[in-house]
Every structure is written in structure tokens, then in C-alpha cells.
């Protein structure tokens, strides 16, 4: 009799471990996603502007943090509870957790931020002080000088060949080079369905951005031109830099639907909100050149542990 009470115990407590170790590994929603599956990683805190939940295609989301264009299955199990998250963070302009399947922009899951990374995100919402830029950068004062200015930044150890993210830290090292060349630049934002060709390969963005600057014609003429080395080998129009950004032969979808011009100090900025966000050390900057380097063409993009 003893022993069989003893069994009963013991069948007891296995039935309560597996209840428990069910709870714990079986159900997403209570569960990290690392626990869940290995193969999802977070990609980091990024604040959504724009979710495009329509019929044509999967649904898109575009982060300020990230030029990518993401993907969201609304049909998964959990999916709408993300998707309501997301909403509400473009509603409050802050940004959320945002896991990713391994080696894809396939979002998984999408979490509140913690209050490190709120914290963080509202300190790049603080303009430099001193000083702002002119509304018009300086002008550069001839077609030799700029091609001498693209010459430096064509050469600079920038990830230009690594297309599939990081535009905007690209585009905030330059302008640091510009700046010690005794210029000044404004940034071009494009936003929409961006799908664009480096010459290898196609790439899908929610935004790009690039330097603008201002220079002065043989004929005396004051004229704009955007740098941008991971499309172009030479100064271009905004006209010729926008129809790259909507290239058709990559993505028959393409379009933009709006563009933004900015100084030359604003890091990120979404296509309608008022409080741009700022790189004022360069730390950011530094880290996602350092991340991508050595990376090319248009493979997923490694997890960036960037401020």
C-alpha cells in the first residue's frame, strides 16, 4: 500500500512538470520568441511610419531605423495583435521590439519597447545645440570642385556596395565629410514602395535618402545635385536619383509617394512627422558603417546593436 501511494506521488508531480514545462515552452503569446523558435531574432527597436495592410501582395511595413521594406503574414496566429501594435506606435511615433525569422524581413513578432530604448529614442529627438543649418547649404563653387568632393566620398570606407539598409547612416558620414571639406549639405528623403538596382541585384526599401547639395555651373547657373555612390558614379539630378528609387524592372509595384527635403543634420525623419530624429555624436553613424562593412549586394542585412 505504501509503495503504491508513493507511485501515485510520483505520477503526481510528473503530471504537474508537464503541465508547467507546457505553459512555459508550448504558447508563444506567454513565451520569448528565442524560446519559441531559434531560428527568430530581434532586429531591434524601430518605430513604424507607414503599415500597408492591401489585397496586392504581403503586407509591408516601413521602420524609421531601418530603410528595408519588412514583411507581416497577417494570417498567423498573432499576427493582428502585432499589427494593432504597430498602428499604435505610428499613432504615438515610438517605437516597438521587432523580431525577425533568421536571415529574412519577415517580421515574427513585435513587442512593447522597454524604457531603455523609449529613453534612447527620445534623446534623438534632441536637435545639436548651437547653431542650425542654413535652410540652403552653401554653394560649392564649380562642377570641379564638387567632382573633387564625390571623389572623396566614392572613396571614403563607407559599405556603399551593401545596398539593402543602411542609406541614412551613409548619408550622415558623408555629410561629416562634407563638412570638413568646408561645405554644408541638406538630405532628400524619398518614402513609398522603393525598389532600385545596384547593378548585381534589386533591393526593396520603405525610404532612401542621400545628400544634396548645392553648385555652381560653368554658365554661373546654381543648380542641385544628390551624391549617392550606391546608385550612381557621378552627381545626379533628383529627377534621375527619384526614377532610380522607382525602378519598374525591379519591382513592377514600384512608386514613390513622397519625398522630403531636410538639413543636413537630421538623422531619420518619417514621411509626415514633425520631430525628426538626430545622430548629434555620429555614434549611431558609426556603428551601422561598422556592421555592414564588408557586406555587399542584396542579402539580408546582419542584426544591428546600434544606439
Given at each position: 500500500m505504501k509503495k503504491i501511494f508513493i507511485g501515485l506521488i510520483a505520477v503526481a508531480a510528473f503530471a504537474v512538470m508537464s503541465v508547467v514545462s507546457c505553459k512555459k515552452d508550448?504558447?508563444?503569446?506567454?513565451?520569448?520568441?528565442?524560446?519559441?523558435?531559434?531560428?527568430?531574432?530581434?532586429?531591434?527597436?524601430?518605430?513604424?511610419?507607414?503599415?500597408?495592410?492591401?489585397?496586392?501582395?504581403?503586407?509591408?511595413?516601413?521602420?524609421?531605423?531601418?530603410?528595408?521594406?519588412?514583411?507581416?503574414?497577417?494570417?498567423?496566429?498573432?499576427?493582428?495583435?502585432?499589427?494593432d501594435l504597430l498602428r499604435k506606435a505610428i499613432q504615438d511615433e515610438i517605437p516597438v521590439e521587432v523580431y525577425l525569422y533568421r536571415n529574412t524581413n519577415?517580421?515574427?513578432?513585435?513587442?512593447?519597447?522597454?524604457?531603455p530604448a523609449l529613453a534612447a529614442y527620445r534623446k534623438m529627438q534632441q536637435a545639436p545645440a548651437g547653431p542650425q543649418p542654413e535652410a540652403e547649404p552653401p554653394v560649392i563653387p564649380s562642377q570641379a570642385a564638387l567632382n573633387s568632393l564625390w571623389s572623396q566620398l566614392?572613396?571614403?570606407?563607407?559599405?556603399?556596395?551593401?545596398?539593402?539598409?543602411?542609406?541614412?547612416?551613409?548619408?550622415?558620414?558623408?555629410?561629416?565629410?562634407?563638412?570638413?571639406?568646408?561645405?554644408?549639405?541638406?538630405?532628400?528623403?524619398?518614402?513609398?514602395?522603393?525598389?532600385?538596382?545596384?547593378?548585381?541585384?534589386?533591393?526593396?526599401?520603405?525610404?532612401?535618402?542621400?545628400?544634396?547639395?548645392?553648385?555652381?555651373?560653368?554658365?554661373?547657373a546654381i543648380e542641385y545635385r544628390i551624391l549617392d555612390p550606391s546608385l550612381f558614379s557621378g552627381p545626379v539630378t533628383q529627377t534621375q536619383w527619384l526614377n532610380a528609387?522607382?525602378?519598374?524592372?525591379?519591382?513592377?509595384?514600384?512608386?514613390?509617394?513622397?519625398?522630403?527635403?531636410?538639413?543636413?543634420?537630421?538623422?531619420?525623419?518619417?514621411a509626415t512627422s514633425n520631430t525628426p530624429l538626430y545622430d548629434n555624436n555620429y555614434a549611431s553613424t558609426n556603428c551601422v558603417i561598422a556592421t555592414y562593412s564588408g557586406y555587399s549586394g542584396c542579402g539580408p542585412a546582419p542584426v544591428l546593436n546600434c544606439p
Open positions: 508550448g504558447h508563444p503569446e506567454t513565451a520569448t520568441p528565442q524560446a519559441v523558435n531559434s531560428d527568430i531574432v530581434m532586429a531591434g527597436n524601430f518605430t513604424p511610419f507607414t503599415l500597408n495592410t492591401g489585397n496586392a501582395g504581403p503586407s509591408t511595413v516601413g521602420f524609421v531605423q531601418s530603410a528595408r521594406l519588412y514583411e507581416i503574414d497577417l494570417s498567423r496566429i498573432g499576427a493582428n495583435v502585432d499589427a519577415k517580421i515574427a513578432q513585435v513587442k512593447p519597447a522597454g524604457e566614392a572613396s571614403a570606407p563607407i559599405p556603399f556596395s551593401f545596398a539593402t539598409d543602411g542609406c541614412y547612416a551613409r548619408a550622415h558620414k558623408m555629410r561629416q565629410i562634407i563638412l570638413n571639406a568646408g561645405y554644408d549639405c541638406n538630405k532628400y528623403f524619398a518614402y513609398g514602395y522603393l525598389a532600385a538596382s545596384t547593378g548585381s541585384c534589386c533591393v526593396l526599401w520603405s525610404y532612401h535618402v542621400a545628400p544634396l547639395v548645392r553648385f555652381k555651373t560653368t554658365s554661373g528609387c522607382k525602378n519598374t524592372g525591379c519591382s513592377s509595384s514600384a512608386y514613390v509617394s513622397s519625398t522630403r527635403t531636410m538639413p543636413g543634420n537630421v538623422y531619420y525623419v518619417s
